[in-house]
């Protein structure tokens, strides 16, 4: 259970103020009883004997200064955080904590080198600590929180702005300080108070800094929201004109040059700060000294870096224009593409050396972003400029997979000027991403090595090449199987990618198609089969062909820019036990034509359920009665191309994009928590209501019976998956879904399963009986969308008295979110978060009481 800090800080004042009044009727007495007053309302003059008293007693002294501290400064700083920040998350309170220590562990380490051993200069340094620790304190949480906001899709301006407002009232009152402190200054004339300035100035300089950095931020989350809510044609105009490369331009440029200054600043008053000590009392600490120098040796490295970077980052941005030519109109409209940087088109671009085109104030903002060491193509990695060195540009050398490695050598092969020598590769290093498909196919890597024309089981590179079907392509054939001949197998295959769909194929076998997701097909033979994206199969093959020779297994992508990726093509090979020679002739090629979708979409529509096949069945038939089931809902889920909602590129189901809840949803019905999430996502799209975020989930009946159809408006082939049920797929076609077309249902024989492809430019239907209590998620497969937030959630619930069908949640389970304060301690030999969370705020207490021990 939390601790209650408010009403402990409200008691403590409470008591304070009655021991305080307890105090002074007490020393009145004992004034009167010396003679030193005639009667207890004392005069101004009799004041100072009075206060005398009361402060020759610590006891006395501890309650004013508790009283002063509750009232003043700890109900004011709860009043302010409560104002700007609300509920703190459990991160950011425990970031404060670590911070509050660092603080007072770094002033007890050197203040009481510097200052007197004085009462006065006890309160007068003690104040001056406080008021800072606040203001650094309010600032770093201030910062936290936009940082935490700009990265949420859900911020909206007025949310940003009220704690961007928290750093004018920090620099307000920085500013009043810095004043004041002139002023003691002056008046006091020791050298000692001089040390007053130094942090005040820092504090001004970061505060400076983040509000330039933030302001930019806060200004990109207005524009943006303008642009969503307003339609007008003239106000559109003066949006996109604020967001011209004009805005780009300067907002780089303060962002560079300012940024800098500022950052510089704020590093050379804490120099400043050291050095001043150091200069004050010399180096007469043994133990306190090794800590300076490790400071003033860190501040100097850092403040040196700082000025390198700037320096590379000004020569590079000075060379940028000259050193990538600009793309001709050809290269454009052959790219045919948008700019990655900002997601716009491009009318002109620079080329870099990698091919990719950008725009040059795009380029220019992406080598302002944190000041990089190495400069490189936002989209592969690669050196930005010719002439750099491998170590430069990818640190990661000395680990360079075999499928690199692969890509590598067929871009050195394609280029007629290079010849590729035996067991050599180009020095440059292929951005995984782009040059290695074969992570999106989620392919073995150990299959894309080089293809030896000696034997099937040669280990390492080799410069032969062969003409093998779809291009001049360098394998290693793998001995992926031994067989027997007239034998039948089970494969299995998975498609474990996150993209891309892939095509299995055996050379000159046929493959019997017997199950998929769990269930038993129809059993129809296939040359070859399209596997998508989170999808299985298992086919039975017989080894019916000629035993003397092994055989090409091929697995490649499908519905992509198929020249690209026959470099990551997948080939192993079939081995008969008696065989005599190696695999011959090219690799076999898909049979279907991705250039006609609708000879492709045979093959999916010929997948039914095997009616005949043994196993427990809902009726003697064999086959759940789905086609006469009365449909209680239809939900039609469409999908676009990812668009920009908030500043972010998102993608979007019915034009929602989800945004998933700081509370399980589960836990929040549990404990009746309001607000967590609503249940009002469209049962079908909506073209007149912009993209949003949100929180929306579809609210289904129990033991309803639901029509669900998937409509692919976006331009790449998806898969769609249902956690928690499988439904019958009763109709696939291209066009747009609409009632007529229930006509062409399959109500007899469709296959039930759980993740389905939708061809773009068509749907997918399917059929589903709610008997599942829970919150079930309905998501694309392919990861760069679902990523993006095209996804929802069902919400069933059972209304039956007395018919729960869910477990408890077990003992261990972690509340968050609203429900943040019950989570339990974790007992476990890693979970010491929460003993060390007690841990660390019974140490600061500590170092804050030695810290006023040490000060007096």
Known sequence: MGINYLSVSVASTALSFVGLQVLTELSLDKLLGNGMIAKKSISLADSEHSLDLLLASYFTIALLAIFVLNCCYFLSSVFLQTLFFGDLFSVEAKTLVVRLANYIIYKGIFLPLVIPPTIFQGVLWTVWLTVLCTLKMFQALARDRLERLNASPSSTPRTYFRAYSVLFLVLSVDFLWIKLSLMTYKTIGS???LFLLFEPCSIAFETLQALLIHGFQLLDMWINHLAVKNSDCRKSKFLDS????????????LNRNLGFFLDMATLVM?????????????????????VLLLYVRALLSVILKRIKGYIKLRVALGSLHAALPDATYEELRAY??????????MAKAKKLHCNHLFHLGCLRSWLDQGLNEVYSCPTCRKPLFAGRTETEVNPRTAEVSSDEQLARQLERQNNPGHPLATGLFPADIPNPIESDPSRELGLDPSWLQTWSGQGVDMAGPSSASRSVGLGRVQMMMRHLASVGERKTYRIRVHNVGISTSLNFRIQNHNLLLVETDGHYTSQTNFTDFDIHVGQSYSFLVTMDQNATSDYYIVASARFVNETVWQRVTGVGILHYSNSNGPASGPLPVPKTDVSAPWSAMTQPRAIRQNTSASGARPNPQGSFHYGQINITNTYILRSLPPTMINGSLRATLNGISFVHPITPVRLADRYKVKGAYKLDFPDRPFDSRPPRLDISMINATYKGFIQVVFQNNDTKMQSFHVDGYTFFVVGMDFGVWSEDKKGSYNNYDAI???TIEVYPGGWTAGLISLDNVGVWNIRVENLDRWYLGEETYMRIINPEENGQTEMDPPGNVLYCGALRNMQKDQHHSAATSTLNGHLKLMFSMLLALLAVVFTF
């Not at 604020?242 to 440029?253: Q, V």
């Not at 804490?270 to 000294?289: K, M, N």
């Open 191 to 193: 050298s000692v108070y």
């Open 242 to 253: 604020m967001t011209a490369g004009s805005l780009l331009e300067w907002k780089g440029l």
């Open 270 to 290: 804490a120099l400043c700060h050291f050095l001043y000590i150091w200069w004050l009392h010399g180096l007469a600490f043994p133990v306190v000294d090794a």
């Open 336 to 345: 045919d593409d948008e700019c990655a940087i900002c997601r716009e088109p």
């Open 752 to 754: 039930s399963r759980s």
